[in-house]
């Protein structure tokens, strides 16, 4: 869960993080915001651009996890995804050198929706987004967007793993009381 003024103000503590750019992070944000919106993105994708380095204000490690807990409770599991992977999708993308036979794998691995929606972020709109001319939008302009956004409740989804951890773990429980009652039962007769 997010509110407004805490997204904003970790935005805006993000042009004091250096992630060793000519444009700053904050700056970045704004622009990658702007290419989106610009391509025609959606509300959710591009108030998930705005944020997406927010996070780098409180651990630049695990930035996109954490931006993805907060905003994943207003927006869809794809979106949830993009931010969460972009980290990964950007790292691929800049080690390999756009290697095809990499890309294919790496979207192998990843397939569906969620994918596109990811490799389309970093491709179109992250990584073009420290070009220190680009006419970005100012950040009041995506207010309306912010505000739409986190007007929305989605349910959340725990990771695959985690759900499948709790099922096995609800099942063990399940099992072990009936083995315990079980075992009274005879002992009580
Ligand atoms: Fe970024």
């Known amino acids: 869960m997010a509110t407004r003024s805490l997204l904003l103000e970790m935005l805006e503590a993000t042009a004091a993080t250096d992630s060793g750019f000519e444009v700053n992070d904050r700056d970045h944000a704004v622009q990658v915001a702007t290419r989106a919106r610009r391509s025609g993105a959606d509300d959710e994708v591009v108030v998930a651009a705005l944020f997406h380095d927010s996070a780098k204000a409180i651990d630049a490690h695990s930035h996109g996890e954490i931006i993805a807990t907060m905003l994943a409770p207003h927006v869809r599991p794809d979106v949830v995804w993009m931010l969460r992977q972009h980290q990964d999708y950007t790292a691929t ?80 429980w399940h099992v072990s009381g009936v083995a315990q009652r079980r075992i009274r039962s005879r002992v009580a007769a």
């Open 93 to 172: 993308e800049i080690d390999n050198g756009h290697n095809p036979l990499r890309r294919l794998a790496h979207r192998v691995l990843q397939r569906g929706e969620r994918h596109d929606l990811a490799v389309r972020f970093v491709d179109e709109w992250d990584l073009p987004g420290r070009d220190p001319e680009y006419p970005s939008d100012p950040v009041e302009s995506f207010l309306p967007e912010i505000d739409r956004v986190l007007a929305q409740h989605r349910e959340v989804h725990p990771p695959f793993a985690t759900w499948v951890a709790r099922r096995v773990l609800r099942k063990v």
